[in-house]
T-cell receptor, first 112, second 112 residues
Framework: DAGVIQSPRHEVTEMGQEVTLRCKPISGHNSLFWYRQTMMRGLELLIYFNNNVPIDDSGMPEDRFSAKMPNASFSTLKIQPSEPRDSAVYFC??????????FGPGTRLTVL | GESVGLHLPTLSVQEGDNSIINCAYSNSASDYFIWYKQESGKGPQFIIDIRSNMDKRQGQRVTVLLNKTVKHLSLQIAATQPGDSAVYFCAEDLGSQGNLIFGKGTKLSVKP
């Protein structure tokens, strides 16, 4: 099992640029979660999907953030335009019908 | 790959000793709890879970204890090894939509 796959692993961009983070959940999992982790705020849930449908996006910081899940095997988190305060590690996690979420390796985003 | 909060509790133990990591959870309605381990530069990794109808569950070298009266969760690691050095997070599931609420984490350092 390849686990949750995220790309890129590292992203460095300049303020104002668009950033797209990608996630492939574990095959057969029907829920997908996007988290952001920073030293100041720890691990924060941004949004999650059940069966490709967004259920709760109350954690999305502002309109600059958007997430999509066009099919069961792919999701994107987009930041447009990016700002230095968006610098963080972004994790994707997936879950089957149980409760346990399985995390990907994360994308470390640096916005200059 | 720092993943610690600004005031992350730290536990330092000698190799071979037992470790106990504590967590206070917030919601008495939570019915499922998980412990995750996060090594530097990696995503959180599932260790062990427990349902609210149990007060103890054992895995390989790890035991989770649940005290619902005082809303307290603990993770015991037997014969702690250098490879156990990581940040440990507890998480609770409110049972409504499958959201996990993560604690701030505890950093475990194992001295050889």
């Amino acid at each position: 099992d390849a686990g949750v796959i995220q790309s890129p692993r590292h992203e460095v961009t300049e303020m104002g640029q668009e950033v797209t983070l990608r996630c492939k959940p574990i095959s057969g999992h029907n829920s997908l979660f996007w988290y952001r982790q920073t030293m100041m705020r720890g691990l924060e849930l941004l949004i999650y999907f059940n069966n490709n449908v967004p259920i709760d996006d109350s954690g999305m910081p502002e309109d600059r953030f958007s997430a999509k899940m066009p099919n069961a095997s792919f999701s994107t988190l987009k930041i447009q335009p990016s700002e230095p305060r968006d610098s963080a590690v972004y994790f994707c996690a997936s879950r089957d019908i149980g409760f346990t979420q399985y995390f990907g390796p994360g994308t470390r985003l640096t916005v200059l | 790959g720092e993943s610690v909060g600004l005031h992350l509790p730290t536990l330092s133990v000698q190799e071979g000793d037992n470790s106990i990591i504590n967590c206070a959870y917030s919601n008495s309605a939570s019915d499922y709890f998980i412990w995750y381990k996060q090594e530097s530069g990696k995503g959180p990794q599932f260790i062990i879970d427990i349902r609210s109808n149990m007060d103890k569950r054992q895995g390989q070298r790890v035991t989770v204890l649940l005290n619902k009266t005082v809303k307290h969760l603990s993770l015991q690691i037997a014969a702690t090894q250098p490879g156990d050095s990581a940040v440990y997070f507890c998480a609770e599931d409110l049972g409504s939509q499958g959201n996990l609420i993560f604690g701030k984490g505890t950093k475990l350092s194992v001295k050889p």
